[in-house]
């Protein structure tokens, strides 16, 4: 299973989507796909803010089912949003405090995150990007130490793109 999947009911969401009936929802890949079908758009983390920008000014917008995504968009689109508050168990499990003594251990790592962290940790990121752009920014980057907010999956991608520079994984909440 999927934490962010689960956490959208298709009984709750429809109750959500009924309290706004002129919005247009965008619900990110990661829904099931009984939210898929009650949804106008679906999104990745790479096209989440274009898709929001494209949708006429006058026009109320849901986002689910990532509270964390949502409210990422809704602060580069200034986009006011009905969020859904879901999240994925991996990107929220993130230590804030355990990612201050690393990034106090290794000043002169850049903190790369997927926009599905909390904001706390969005805030102190040099760079916010999908899964695709974190692995992209490591490799155009000229920094050499990155610490890497998001699913550990991508950090043998990363070591093996680029072996010559020291990737460290966010903590996670023990």
Request: proline residues 5%; glycine residues 4%.
């Amino acid at each position: 299973g999927c934490s962010l999947a689960d956490s959208a009911d298709e009984e709750a969401f429809k109750l959500f989507k009924a309290k706004h009936p002129e919005a247009v929802v965008v619900s990110y890949i990661n829904c099931t796909a009984k939210v898929k079908a009650m949804s106008d758009y679906i999104c990745t983390s790479s096209n989440a803010v274009d898709i929001v920008k494209a949708i006429p000014a006058d026009k109320e917008i849901i986002f689910a089912p990532d509270e964390n995504l949502g409210k990422y968009v809704q602060q580069v689109t200034g986009r006011k949003m009905h969020i859904w508050e879901g999240a994925c168990i991996v990107h929220v499990n993130i230590s804030v405090e355990k990612l201050n003594g690393l990034l106090d251990k290794y000043p002169e790592a850049e903190l790369i995150a997927h926009p599905e962290c909390l904001t706390e940790v969005l805030n102190k990121a040099h760079f916010i990007g999908s899964t695709k752009a974190l692995l992209e920014y490591v490799q155009q980057s000229p920094a050499t130490t990155f610490i890497v907010a998001t699913e550990a999956g991508i950090l043998f991608k990363m070591r093996e793109a680029v072996p010559h520079k020291k990737i460290i994984p966010a903590p996670a909440v023990e």
